[in-house]
């Protein structure tokens, strides 16, 4: 696959510098993910060219949009990038129709064409019935459709999305997801998304790029990042036990000891090299209320610090545990009730060596 | 047991100033009304509404109203042409003797019309700044209805500037910024994002820029003269009618005022419902 987009830039912002460094394939999606501050609106912003970076390198397709060492720098408008805004920037002053129209509008084409192409974007979006509707009397979700649409109908080679779900409400947003998932994977260009849901990363992502204090610390398939997870920031976000150590003792079934800062852990050994991380599933973790007698090469006894109902139903809930080292275990909210599990309470937390993988 | 301590004097001195402030406000109020109602409600009255249809027809008035029509329009019209750039300057962009510029736009709200009379007599006059160069061509200004309409964009024009300053500020800048990834050129985002979205602002501002320079005596007196036909407009055709016929001022005053009143009220029932 060919390289679509290269964006190597820097800059300096209030809090922190930016330093960004992304290329990704036609065709496919990125994600980036981190907390809210982080820098990824940023990140849109400058490769829309609605700011400019302080140095760097952009690139689309083969054209240059930025250049610092020639001095390229387009303007937003000379740029074919489509950009859908958190809270959508619907104007609210043009019916849904003149919406879609504008950047068709802003190019001068003729008056039929603009018809028909605004006609099709709205069918394929399942909108024609809104055409004449203004912003402001319409859902959540159907802003958010007329938003994709006039963003898609200069057929942009770079797609920029910012939380285009976080603006609605629960429900909407499952319904939203499947549709936007595959409307996205239709796409011929670069898709960029933009999101704080490691949930969502997960869903759109071919790829993901985490993104903390206007940092990539992080990025790869999202395969890579769901199971190798190199920070504890990448791997809370995505719900794992994360220890970094080093090995200290070898076995020779294939066990290692890992020593971490803040305990020791038993592993499946990673190979060879001192420095090794390890990641644990929640939901591998089993709760006893007395010492287990059983397999499992990791045993660890602290008390409760919080029980968190998981969403939708809280069928499953996230108990966070005072042991060294720290661990969060996910069982059944049936489980809790036959342990009499409750907050303050110490328990034995066991898990086996092949359910924590080591890696480097 | 706990005694509550009984109502005293002292309780009851506190109790009338705390009466007092809640009738003040309503008596002040009410004689502030008055004071407005009062000089509005004897023009209305002193003349039977079909005198006053009579002397619509007078000659006098009808050039003195047509005259203010054309040159307020024309005032309006030129404020708008000029200052709307100006606004928009001012709106977006920062630069160095920015803080300057908006004392000179505010000068003429504030500077007595009759200076600003004699300002314009010497930049545009005969033996002005350029009213040499402009004779050598065959301009003459002063005293002429061009003169009207100059005194009445001076002293009006920062109305304009201002209200549609704050209108272009009011522009939420995301929508600036969708316009622009949509591939609109600066032009094209004003023309189709900009100037609708302060379209209430703006029209406010042209309104008041109007009524302002349907006012106007001063600076028109002084640097257009009073000559009936050419630069007599109402305001100084009540003023030289006060001193012949009383009835004649009122009946342009009445006019002048259902104006006003007309474009106010329009105004307001406007911006209510662009704001629904």
């Known amino acids: ?360 | 047991m706990g005694h509550a301590p009984p109502p005293s004097h002292q309780s009851r001195r506190r109790s009338w100033p705390a009466g007092l402030l809640r009738v003040a406000p309503v008596i002040a109020g009410a004689v502030f009304l008055v004071f407005l109602v009062l000089p509005v409600l004897s023009l209305l009255i002193r003349i039977p509404p079909g005198e006053l249809l009579q002397r619509l027809g007078n000659p006098l008035i009808v050039q003195a109203l047509r005259l203010s029509v054309v040159t307020t329009v024309a005032a309006t019209g030129g404020a708008i042409l000029l200052g709307l750039p100006v606004a928009y300057l001012l709106a977006t962009r920062e630069f160095p003797g920015k803080r300057v510029m908006e004392v000179l736009i505010d000068l003429p709200m504030v500077i007595p019309p009759t200076v600003a009379g004699v300002g314009l007599l010497l930049a545009f006059g005969r033996a002005g700044l350029t009213g040499r160069a402009l004779a050598a061509v065959g301009v003459t200004i002063p005293f002429t209805t061009v003169a009207v309409v100059l005194a009445e964009m001076f002293v009006a024009g920062p109305f304009l500037v201002n209200t549609a300053r704050a209108g272009f500020e009011e522009v939420d800048p995301k929508y600036l910024r969708a316009a622009s990834t949509l591939r609109a050129s600066p032009g094209f985002i004003f023309f189709h994002v900009v100037l609708p979205l302060s379209l209430p602002s703006l029209t406010a501002g042209a309104a008041m820029t109007w009524a302002r320079a349907l006012g106007e005596f001063g600076a028109t007196i002084t640097f257009a003269g009073n000559l009936p036909g050419r630069t007599q407009t109402m305001p100084l055709a009540v003023y030289v009618a006060l001193e012949s016929d009383l009835n004649a001022a009122v009946a342009l005053s009445v006019i002048l005022l259902l104006v006003s009143f007309g474009l106010l009220l329009t105004l307001r029932s406007f911006r209510i419902s662009l704001r629904r």
Not at chain 1, 43 to 61: K, N, Y
Not at chain 1, 101 to 108: D, K, M, S, T
Not at chain 1, 213 to 238: D, F, K
């Open chain 1, 1 to 360: 696959m060919t390289t679509a987009l290269f964006a190597q830039f820097a800059k300096q912002l209030g809090g922190f510098d930016l330093a960004v460094d992304l290329t990704v394939d036609a065709g496919s999606t990125l994600v980036l993910v981190g907390e809210s501050g982080a820098g990824k609106t940023t990140i849109l912003s400058i490769l829309a060219g609605l700011l400019h970076p302080d140095r760097g390198t952009i690139r689309l397709d083969g054209t240059t949009y930025f250049a610092s060492e020639e001095g390229i720098v387009l303007p937003p408008d000379a740029r074919s990038v489509g950009y859908v805004f958190q809270e959508y920037a619907l104007f609210p002053h043009l019916s849904v129709f003149e919406n879609v129209a504008f950047g068709l509008r802003a190019q001068a084409l003729p008056r039929t064409v603009i018809r028909t192409r605004v006609g099709e974007m709205l069918a394929q979006l399942g909108i024609p019935d809104l055409a004449g509707r203004r912003p402001a009397g319409l859902s959540g979700g159907q802003q958010q459709r007329v938003a994709l649409a006039r963003a898609l109908i200069l057929r942009p080679q770079l797609l920029l999305l910012d939380e285009p779900l976080s603006a609605l409400d629960l429900q909407t947003r499952r319904e939203v997801r499947t549709e936007l998932k595959r409307l996205l994977q239709a796409l011929p260009g670069v898709t960029l998304f933009v999101t704080h849901n490691p949930f969502e990363a997960v869903v759109f992502g071919d790829s993901i790029s985490v993104v903390e204090q206007g940092r990539i610390t992080q990025v790869g398939p999202r395969e890579e990042l769901l199971r190798h997870p190199r920070s504890r920031y990448v791997a809370e976000l995505m719900g794992l036990n994360f220890f970094a150590g080093r090995v200290a003792r070898r076995e020779p079934s294939g066990l290692a000891e890992v020593r971490t800062r803040e305990g020791v852990v038993r592993i499946v050994d990673a190979g060879e090299g001192e420095d090794v991380f390890v990641a644990v599933d929640p939901r591998e973790i089993t709760l006893h209320a007395v010492q287990p007698s059983g397999t499992a090469q990791n045993v660890f006894s602290g008390a409760i610090v919080q029980l968190v109902p998981e969403p939708p139903f809280g069928e499953r809930v996230r108990v966070i545990l005072d042991t060294r080292p720290p661990l969060v275990a996910e069982i059944t909210a049936h489980a809790v009730q036959t342990l009499g599990l409750r907050e303050g309470l110490t328990v034995f937390a066991s898990f086996k060596a092949t359910a924590a993988r080591g890696y480097r």
